[in-house]
């Protein structure tokens, strides 16, 4: 999923996972700042293997808390120092920020559109070695500002420009033009998207990593939290969608509600579900745009601990059967 600087748990997790040689990567989806970490992850293992894509992974995000200091709106702080999240969220220099980013648009104020993570990308990455990459299968998304709708770009024709076109947030960058199209942030339209697994992976199993907290027991009441909880529910909502539609393949197949001849045309998909939403429970969205380097690795730590966990816990349901009550992922009746 995508998520901003909260992509580090992602990182985490994934730098946890790599180091269990008992698990494989078919397939890769990635939105945003997801979209990143799949990249990384992907021309890491093609350059050398697991170790590869755990350097690979590190050297992206240490570029990205270097270019932080010069383009972040949040003032930089040790991370040490600081373990009040809220002291972010309410910082002024965020408040007026918000405010500004609704006054005028990125024609406006960024015309010449500067976008610090196309430098990071071009000195991290060497796409066309990326686009050869036989380790795993590559999916990034975007949304098509045009016709509203997800656009996949796969393996062969991931570029810059795709990756950020799915990490194109539309009130801080202009839309990202790829082959007449224009594109922003793909979390609007798939947080990641889980439908070419369905067609083009060889596996059955779904590991989700979930950025975006699913669940809030905290009412929002302020201006503040109340936009970060809307945009929390917006942000996983075709996710949830995409869930519903596996769940009900799921019953179809457990029902019997399918003749013989079409039921080898449906995959029987397990999906497995990592939560991070304890860990980022007292982070407010604005802590997602600080990328100082020691609040970056205590979130990779966190992600780390939150995958252990779940590897202990779930190894033995992966192809075999879902981890989690799919049901209770989506459904707000359960």
């Given at each position: 999923?995508?998520?901003?600087?909260?992509?580090?748990?992602?990182?985490?997790?994934?730098?946890?996972?790599?180091?269990?040689?008992?698990?494989?990567?078919?397939?890769?989806?990635?939105?945003?700042?997801?979209?990143?970490n799949a990249v990384s992850l992907a021309y890491g293992l093609h350059l050398d293997g697991r170790d590869g894509a755990r350097k690979k992974l590190e050297e992206v995000w240490r570029a990205v808390a270097n270019a932080g200091s010069l383009y972040s709106p949040i003032p930089r702080m040790?991370?040490?120092?600081?373990?009040?999240?809220?002291?972010?969220?309410?910082?002024?220099?965020?408040?007026?920020?918000?405010?500004?980013?609704?006054?005028?648009?990125?024609?406006?104020?960024?015309?010449?559109?500067?976008?610090?993570?196309?430098?990071?990308?071009?000195?991290?990455?060497?796409?066309?070695?990326?686009?050869?990459?036989?380790?795993?299968?590559?999916?990034?998304?975007?949304?098509?500002?045009?016709?509203?709708?997800?656009?996949?770009?796969?393996?062969?024709?991931?570029?810059?420009?795709?990756?950020?076109?799915?990490?194109?947030?539309?009130?801080?960058?202009?839309?990202?033009?790829?082959?007449?199209?224009?594109?922003?942030?793909?979390?609007?339209?798939?947080?990641?998207?889980?439908?070419?697994?369905?067609?083009?992976?060889?596996?059955?199993?779904?590991?989700?990593?979930?950025?975006?907290?699913?669940?809030?027991?905290?009412?929002?009441?302020?201006?503040?939290?109340?936009?970060?909880?809307?945009?929390?529910?917006?942000?996983?909502?075709?996710?949830?969608?995409?869930?519903?539609?596996?769940?009900?393949?799921?019953?179809?197949?457990?029902?019997?509600?399918?003749?013989?001849?079409?039921?080898?045309?449906?995959?029987?998909?397990?999906?497995?579900?990592?939560?991070?939403?304890?860990?980022?429970?007292?982070?407010?969205?604005?802590?997602?745009?600080?990328?100082?380097?020691?609040?970056?690795?205590?979130?990779?730590?966190?992600?780390?601990?939150?995958?252990?966990?779940?590897?202990?816990?779930?190894?033995?349901?992966?192809?075999?059967?879902?981890?989690?009550?799919?049901?209770?992922?989506?459904?707000?009746?359960?």
């Amino acid at each position: 999923q995508g998520g901003g600087a909260h992509g580090a748990v992602t990182w985490g997790v994934i730098d946890r996972l790599l180091q269990d040689e008992r698990l494989e990567f078919d397939s890769i989806s990635g939105t945003s700042a997801g979209a990143v970490n799949a990249v990384s992850l992907a021309y890491g293992l093609h350059l050398d293997g697991r170790d590869g894509a755990r350097k690979k992974l590190e050297e992206v995000w240490r570029a990205v808390a270097n270019a932080g200091s010069l383009y972040s709106p949040i003032p930089r702080m040790p991370w040490s120092l600081t373990n009040n999240l809220a002291e972010i969220g309410n910082s002024v220099s965020q408040l007026m920020f918000d405010t500004f980013t609704r006054a005028l648009s990125p024609y406006q104020f960024n015309p010449f559109d500067i976008n610090p993570l196309k430098d990071i990308l071009k000195r991290c990455i060497d796409f066309d070695e990326l686009r050869e990459c036989k380790r795993a299968k590559l999916y990034i998304s975007a949304t098509n500002v045009r016709s509203g709708k997800v656009h996949v770009f796969r393996t062969a024709d991931v570029s810059i420009d795709a990756v950020l076109a799915s990490a194109c947030l539309p009130f801080l960058f202009q839309a990202v033009e790829v082959d007449g199209e224009h594109y922003w942030d793909g979390g609007y339209m798939g947080n990641p998207v889980l439908f070419p697994f369905f067609y083009e992976s060889e596996s059955q199993d779904i590991v989700i990593v979930h950025v975006n907290p699913l669940t809030r027991e905290k009412l929002p009441e302020s201006a503040s939290d109340i936009m970060d909880r809307v945009n929390e529910i917006s942000f996983n909502a075709a996710l949830l969608g995409e869930l519903r539609a596996i769940g009900f393949v799921h019953k179809l197949l457990g029902h019997g509600w399918l003749k013989d001849e079409y039921r080898d045309r449906l995959k029987n998909i397990r999906i497995h579900s990592v939560r991070s939403d304890e860990a980022l429970q007292e982070m407010s969205a604005a802590s997602k745009f600080n990328v100082d380097w020691s609040f970056l690795t205590d979130l990779k730590e966190r992600g780390a601990k939150i995958a252990e966990a779940w590897i202990a816990a779930n190894y033995e349901a992966l192809g075999n059967n879902s981890s989690v009550n799919i049901r209770e992922l989506y459904d707000g009746n359960e």
